[in-house]
């Protein structure tokens, strides 16, 4: 994008000036379209955030903003995870808190008095459009500015990228897809220049992902994954070393400094790929180096002397690392990242993974859903990456393999897909249009002069065609030589009069379609944008832009809103002691304490099983084994979400099989079996007497046949199995206007009366002793 | 009857004491009518004074005992002149007034005559007092099916230090239930209406105490902090933000809140409590949102009109007694109508004081006028007292921040809604002040943008 005019003529001058201009304010526009597509949800619903993670970074910006970065790191959370609470500041990955907090310190600091919330709120938004520009960047290295412009303009409304970042999405991948796309830009610049000053920034892009998400693996994963693609096919060069060996250092140092990471930077299974290439780049370049001050034969006896004490002590470093990996009990992997590697592992193991519904595998409609066309145009990007093979189409290429596979194990990580197929797909719709056109103007040409100047006329029309898409793959190869330009931006420019080019003229030559297919194609394309461009506008207006925490359903008389959730987390936050503890299912933890400002038992982290697996273990059983599980743990109210009044399915009677197994996973008295009959999972008369008597069906149906006299649930579709019962230990305080939250208070401990006092004691001596022991851990 | 009893001790006490000025006051008849059928308690009072001493008064008092004067919320006073069909009211000015001798912390108004009543002259007062604060729920907390119960404690006769000859007082409670009174004969009840009197000729400070329970289900909305925020733009708008902490200043709800009884049983079940408000706000009113700290509350209706806009909203859920909510409602009004230039250049606001939303509270009121920046010598012109103070505000990229007239006032009903003003000078020339900066700021990225690019500068040339 350099002014700087080359040694052509005045007009190619002016028309690359022109050209500048244009992208200019293409990316302009693309960033435009990036940031209002995601304004469906503010304009539709309202500017508020969204869901359940977001309400915690939100509350977490609140806090920093403040109290100050320095209070921040120090945060102990005493307000969740009650009794032990959460080191806040070690514990979570500040990337996209540090930057909504230094947005809004900087708007304030210019007098623009914007709240911590709208500043939440519209994060997401402005940085897709970052993102659409990294994009845009990124695609140019590898394929020229055409394509970079197309990959940035899908990327912009790819649906599955905005299912994550529409305004009010407040979570780290907000920030973290556009880190993402970044680090992989300057990564591949520094590959394509050799720039150590690419490097340095390259390691600190790294250094923002690894803040801003636990993602961060994925990068130096992939990367070492490409170093050592790029040895074993012979790509290995001084660039290779460069944009490698500077990233694995200092990117290291560096992730380690951040709270959350330290020191599992080098001791987790995570990073050992990267350590592993990082010394056989070492053993590469020594290799190159000593190949290049001896004779042939020289270095053939060299190498086989240093072949032979290079295996023993690879073996030696092997055994090393096999012997630490095994000695821990994981093997040093966490389990999400087993899960990914091992598909069955976590729904074996660890069922509150499994219990996540964006941790299952996706779905094939899912696929359409997220990235629609792209899914048919990735192949074709491949198949021009592959035309010709530079080491930068290479990484994109490898991007796009191992993010389907990551993709198809966790529907969440089709995230980190949709950039790959972008750029791919964009790759793609370039490379079309180029022939395309190529070949009408070409065929016009043809048809205007005489026979003889055909040939002519084709270089002529095909050179500015090479000059910005297929002449700039070659700058990737070439680069090599020309180190002394040390300013990317200028060697843009270079005239394209390498002798590769012409050799490209030869094989456009070939590539010259027949008009009418030319034309037909390019209609036919168009569609397929056009049909992309609806897909994304709908998905991004009515799939994807609900905020969650309302509902909302059309009927004959307008909208009706279900704000329920809101109401009752306004109810606790008004109506209840500021210290009272709230026990719900994991869920509403962060809402609770964000909306609501109530201590809560445990909360989204799900960082501590065993306690959530007591909340499963209370809600599943008997109410007074229940209420001496929540008394034991401070707690005062007890709140359930229940669909089955206006056919709500996502509830906690929906969920309650997770916090049966859960439970029943640390706590074996509760097992799977006893609230399934047959195998089926019901609430109706049939259902087994330990699932009528468990706390979580009380609380969800007290007084519930009394809405209509029958009982009917309407997202079980059946009526209730028990439909009158009295609540003993708990007494209703609230439930909101649509019955969607319920919440109960413990009532307060009976006075001891001398007799009964006796006859209980003779009761729980008798053998019970035990088991109430086991089933209640805090006391 | 012991409560007779010591209403005389009290007069003969009180009679005793000697008020030199104040005997030259007779009030001839006296005729109170309090309304309890709110929670705002409102007493009119009609006095016929009559000047009996020897030289001209120019002004009376108005008794009012410990208990009620902390919670008076206004008292106003009109003179009224000529017969039945054209009468003529004059308003009079009332002043709260202290008395070096007042028996038992008695709080004094003085109402000044439009002219000095001369002697053997006499004049017609309507008075009318506002308390609130003033019913006291018994029993203290109630569940959910049952309906509120108050004390409302007064005198059966009118607190004065004046001589009455003769007087009545009417209680209106707003059903006919009522489950006691205290009986000072005569005394008796009809319907919604409670009789005390007449009474002849009662000595000055007579004291009659009386209570009366009574049920009183209407919405005892109290906002215990409001703050208003008016923000005024030369661009053409005022923009107006309303910070609420609204309670249930009733008997508190006890033990469980059943939604199924609320909803299917509504006439028996939570009467007590209320769940739409009304707020009434300027005409012309647009933009207008209702919110809360955790987003906007979507229950609320707009109807605007020529008079008057209503906005009806709904709290999140509904107040039982003791239950709080917090909510902002903010709008937008055309300048033109509120803003005016006063014959001396200068520019002044003219806005409605107190709370827009019907038949409730303020416990504490702060109202901001934001100026806008590089307004000059502000000031703020009531019918009544409150505190003023001077605040500064930086809002949108402001860099000397602008004036923020502060006005606080305790203890506001809706008859505080009337007219103020606040005058301040300001130069035009001020509003250009931030689309000049924000194009020189432009103007600056696009200057440093082309000195880049055409300033090379690589150290070897190529």
Redesign the interface.
């Known amino acids: 994008m350099a002014m700087s005019p080359p040694p052509g003529t005045s007009s190619s001058a002016m028309r690359n000036a022109f050209g500048t201009v244009l992208s200019a304010l293409i990316l302009l526009l693309i960033g435009v379209l990036a940031f209002s597509i995601r304004l469906f949800s503010v304009i539709k619903y309202e500017s508020v955030i969204h869901e359940f993670d977001p309400y915690f970074n939100y509350r977490v910006t609140q806090f920093l903003s403040k109290n100050g970065i320095y209070e921040f790191w120090n945060w102990f959370d005493d307000r969740t995870w009650y009794p032990l609470g959460r080191v806040i500041g070690g514990t979570v990955y500040p990337g996209l808190t540090l930057t909504a907090g230094t947005i809004w310190w900087a708007l304030n600091a210019i007098n623009i008095p914007l709240s911590v919330e709208t500043v939440c709120v519209f994060t997401a938004p402005v940085f897709s459009a970052f993102a659409s520009w990294a994009t845009y960047l990124l695609t140019k290295e590898v394929k020229g500015s055409g394509a970079g412009l197309a990959a940035a303009a899908l990327l912009a409304m790819v649906p599955s990228y905005i299912s994550r970042s529409v305004a009010g999405s407040y979570d780290n991948e907000a920030v973290a897809i556009f880190a993402l796309i970044f680090t992989f830009y300057l990564y591949i610049k520094t590959l394509n220049t050799g720039s150590l000053f690419y490097a340095t920034l390259n390691a600190i892009a790294y250094f923002y992902m690894v803040c801003s998400w636990g993602g961060y693996t994925f990068i130096i994963n992939l990367i070492p994954m490409h170093v050592l693609l790029c040895i074993v096919t012979g790509r290995y060069s001084p660039r290779l070393y460069i944009a490698y060996a500077p990233l694995v250092v200092l990117g290291t140092l560096l992730a380690a400094l951040v709270p959350v990471v330290g020191f599992n930077a080098v001791l987790t299974s995570e990073h050992f790929a990267s350590f592993l290439v990082f010394i056989i780049i070492h053993v590469v370049a020594l290799v190159y180096y000593i190949k290049g001050i001896l004779s042939p034969k020289m270095f053939k006896v060299a190498v086989t002397l240093v072949v032979s004490i290079g295996l023993v002590v690879c073996l030696i470093v092997v055994a090393v690392l096999v012997a630490l990996v095994a000695s821990s009990p994981t093997g040093g992997w966490s389990g999400r990242s087993l899960s990914l590697l091992d598909p069955t592992y976590a729904s074996k193991y660890i069922p509150i993974i499994a219990s996540v519904s964006e941790h299952q595998p996706p779905t094939w409609p899912s696929y359409f859903m997220d990235i629609n066309v792209l899914a048919f145009l990735v192949p074709a990007g491949i198949i021009a990456c592959f035309s010709p093979l530079s080491d930068a189409s290479s990484f994109v290429v490898l991007y796009i393999v191992m993010s389907v596979y990551f993709s198809g194990v966790m529907v969440r990580l089709m995230l980190v897909l949709a950039p790959a197929a972008c750029i791919m797909s964009g790759i793609a719709l370039s490379q079309a249009f180029d022939v395309f056109t190529a070949s009408i103007k070409y065929q016009l040409g043809r048809s205007a002069n005489s026979k003889d100047d055909a040939e002519d006329n084709t270089s002529t029309n095909n050179a500015p065609k090479d000059d910005s898409s297929s002449g700039k793959t070659d700058k990737g190869e070439e680069v090599a030589k020309e180190r002394s330009s040390k300013k990317g931006k200028k060697k843009e420019r270079e005239p394209a009069d390498k002798p590769s080019v012409k050799s490209k003229i030869a094989k456009k030559r070939v590539l010259v379609l027949p008009l009418e297919a030319s034309i037909v194609a390019l209609l036919l394309l168009i569609m397929l944008g056009a049909f992309y461009v609806i897909h994304c506008v709908w998905a991004a207006a009515e799939a994807y832009s609900a905020p969650s925490i309302v509902l909302t359903s059309q009927s004959r008389d307008g909208l009706h809103v279900f704000d329920d959730f809101r109401e009752s987390y306004a109810w606790l936050s008004h109506n209840t002691d500021v210290d009272d503890k709230v026990a719900s299912w994991w869920d509403y933890g962060y809402q609770t304490t964000a909306m609501a400002n109530r201590t809560v038992i445990v909360d989204n982290n799900t960082w501590n099983n065993t306690h959530i697996a007591t909340v499963g273990t209370a809600m599943s059983s008997p109410e007074k084994a229940a209420w001496e599980i929540f008394n034991s743990l401070d707690v005062k109210y007890v709140l359930v979400v229940f669909g089955g009044l206006i056919g709500y399915p996502s509830d906690d009677i929906n969920k309650f099989l997770w916090m049966v197994r859960i439970g029943g996973g640390v706590f074996p008295h509760i097992k799977e079996a006893d609230y399934l009959r047959d195998g089926n999972y019901r609430i109706d008369s049939e259902a087994t007497p330990t699932m009528l008597n468990c706390l979580m069906y009380k609380l969800s149906y007290y007084r519930f046949v009394e809405t209509d006299g029958k009982g009917y649930d309407r997202v079980r579709r059946t009526e209730i199995g028990k439909k009158n019962f009295k609540l003993t230990h708990f007494e209703e305080v609230f439930t909101s206007h649509h019955w969607m939250v319920r919440i109960y208070k413990l009532k307060p401990q009976k006075n001891r009366i001398r007799g009964r006092a006796k006859k209980l004691k003779l009761k729980t001596s008798s053998g019970l002793d035990s088991k109430a022991a086991k089933k209640n851990p805090w006391i | 009857m012991a409560a007779r009893n010591w209403i005389f001790a009290v007069a003969v006490f009180l009679s005793l004491s000697t008020f030199s000025s104040a005997q030259d006051l007779q009030i001839v008849n006296a005729e109170r009518r309090i309304d309890l059928s709110s929670h705002i308690v409102k007493a009119f009072l009609t006095l016929k004074v009559e000047n009996i001493g020897k030289d001209p008064a120019a002004d009376m008092l108005l008794a009012f005992p410990p208990t009620q004067i902390k919670n008076l919320a206004m008292v106003q006073a009109l003179a009224v002149t000529g017969k039945k069909k054209k009468k003529i009211y004059l308003p009079l000015d009332v002043k709260p007034s202290e008395q070096p001798d007042a028996p038992n912390d008695a709080g004094y108004f003085l109402v000044s005559f439009a002219t000095p009543l001369g002697p053997g002259e006499a004049v017609t007062l309507e008075v009318l007092y506002i308390l609130t604060h003033s019913l006291e729920p018994f029993p203290v907390e109630i569940t959910q099916s049952e309906s509120q119960l108050v004390y409302y404690r007064d005198s059966a006769v009118v607190l004065s230090p004046y001589r009455i000859k003769q007087q009545t007082t009417f209680f209106k409670t707003p059903s006919t239930r009522v489950e006691s009174f205290t009986s000072v004969e005569p005394a008796n009840r009809a319907g919604k209406e409670i009789k005390y009197g007449a009474y002849e000729d009662r000595a000055p400070y007579s004291y009659a105490p009386v209570i009366v329970h009574f049920e009183n289900n209407s919405p005892f909305a109290v906002v215990e902090e409001l703050v208003r925020e008016i923000e005024i733009s030369h661009w053409g708008s005022l923009q107006i933000t309303e910070n609420y902490r609204l309670t249930h200043g009733g008997a508190r709800h006890k033990?469980?809140?059943?939604?199924?009884e609320y909803?299917?049983r509504r006439s028996i079940s939570g009467s007590s409590s209320f769940n739409a408000l009304l707020a009434v706000l300027p005409p012309r009113v647009n933009s207008v949102y209702y919110?809360?700290n955790?987003?906007?509350?979507?229950t609320s209706h707009l109807r605007t009109g020529f008079k008057k806009s209503e906005l009806e909203f709904e709290p999140?859920?509904p107040l039982f007694g003791?239950?709080?909510?917090?909510f902002i409602i903010g709008y937008r009004v055309p300048l033109e109508d509120y803003l005016f230039e006063a014959p001396d250049g200068r520019r002044y606001l003219n806005f409605t004081f107190g709370c827009p939303l019907v038949e409730t509270i303020v416990n504490k009121l702060t109202l901001k006028v934001v100026l806008p920046e590089g307004s000059k010598d502000p000031s703020a012109v009531l019918p009544f007292a409150v505190n003023q103070d001077l605040q500064v505000k930086?809002?949108?990229?402001?860099?000397v921040g602008r004036t923020v007239v502060v006005l606080q006032k305790d203890n506001v009903v809706p008859t505080h809604n009337v007219p103020f003003q606040v005058y301040y000078t300001f130069k035009p020339i001020y509003m250009l002040a931030e689309p000049l900066m924000l194009v020189s700021a432009f103007f600056f990225v696009f200057v440093t943008s082309l000195a880049y690019?055409?300033i090379d500068l690589?150290i070897v040339k190529?």
């Open positions: 033990g469980v809140f059943s939604r199924v909803q299917s919110r809360d955790i987003g906007n509350i979507s999140r859920y003791g239950w709080k909510a917090t930086y809002s949108y990229l402001d860099i690019v055409h690589n190529k």
